[in-house]
């Protein structure tokens, strides 16, 4: 692993066993199925998809919160993908989560003093001049007001609780932290704000972030690479810039036509890409490349054999046997 990766990871795969009786005809649902990228320090590395591609899986993993059924996870130049959950305490206060629906994450029988104190509680940690100053010292940080210690989530706005949950994740003085869509159940005019707050954050504190994410224009906005994600596996990897300006990947390409673009008359001329079919189970994935039953470019190539990735640049990742800006159909 690079010094200056802070997570890496080798061939990560998380499959679920559902449905059955007894053990018996359960059905393998193939959630993530090799994936391989890192996250450099002070990088923020976005992870895209349809729902359903599994980037919060891939998430959630890299947390152990799902036990990864083969392959690597390195973090900070250590494999934790097999330490046990006693041993993962020891490494889970250099790497938090912020999680999607701030309405959920909080407890409401708790005041919002009482939900960031468990993270000292849990770690027996007792920061410098006590618990109560650490706890509104980070109210502060995140926009809030430190008097509010006291009370409770229904009290405070959607954005208002996010923040609250970046305060929670803030408060064991993380390396790494892991957010999984953190504005995509804010109101619009709020999304910028955190989105704001995060990358404020992240200079004055120097963090890294996984961030996943489905709002392409958010990602836009905040990564520094985009990892894109299609039935489990990786299918495109880039700098945002390159990604945005030249996808090679014919999904990326699909997924980029649909993000609006604030210019009516481009808006109007540009082609959409209308992908046809539903997105096939990952009990049961197409054989050969993923996103050959989606694919304009398919050939008998894709159906029969999985696109191995080649790097088409120093930054440019692909997963592809005929990509965009190629002679064959």
């Not at 799902?66 to 020891?90: Q, W």
């Not at 206060?93 to 993270?119: C, W």
């Not at 481009?266 to 694919?295: H, M, Q, W, Y």
């Amino acid at each position: 692993m690079s010094s200056e990766n802070i997570l890496e990871l080798r061939g990560l795969q998380k499959h679920f066993k559902v449905g059955g009786a007894f053990g018996r005809g359960k059905t393998l649902i193939k959630a993530v199925d090799g994936v391989d990228f890192t996250v450099g320090r002070g990088e923020t590395v976005g992870l895209v998809g349809e729902s359903g591609c599994g980037k919060t899986t891939v998430g959630r993993t890299v947390m152990k919160i799902y036990e990864p059924t083969a392959g690597s996870i390195i973090f900070e130049g250590e494999d934790i993908s097999k330490l046990s959950r006693k041993d993962m305490k020891v490494r889970r206060s250099k790497m938090q989560m912020i999680f999607q629906d701030p309405y959920a994450s909080l407890n409401p029988r708790h005041t919002v003093g009482t939900i960031i104190e468990a993270a000292y509680i849990i770690h027996k940690i007792e920061p410098a001049g006590g618990r109560v100053k650490a706890i509104q010292e980070l109210l502060e940080m995140v926009g809030l007001n430190p008097e509010h210690i006291n009370r409770f989530p229904h009290e405070f706005s959607g954005g208002q609780r996010q923040r609250i949950g970046i305060a929670r994740a803030l408060a064991l003085k993380p390396h790494l932290i892991v957010a999984d869509e953190p504005v995509s159940a804010l109101d619009v005019s709020i999304q910028a704000q955190v989105v704001n707050l995060l990358d404020d954050l992240q200079k004055e504190l120097g963090l890294s972030y996984l961030f996943v994410a489905h709002d392409l224009s958010v990602v836009q906005h905040i990564s520094d690479r985009v990892v894109v994600m299609y039935l489990g596996k990786v299918m495109e990897i880039a700098t945002t810039a390159e990604l945005f300006a030249n996808p090679r990947h014919p999904y990326t390409k699909a997924l980029l036509s649909a993000v609006p673009i604030p210019d009516p008359i481009i808006e109007r001329k540009r082609e959409r890409i209308i992908l046809t079919g539903d997105l096939p189970s990952p009990a049961n994935p197409p054989t050969g490349c993923v996103f050959s039953t989606r694919c304009w470019k398919a050939q008998d190539r894709c159906i029969s054999e999985a696109p191995l990735p080649i790097q088409i640049s120093p930054n440019h990742t692909l997963a592809c046997h005929y990509p965009e800006g190629t002679d064959t159909p």
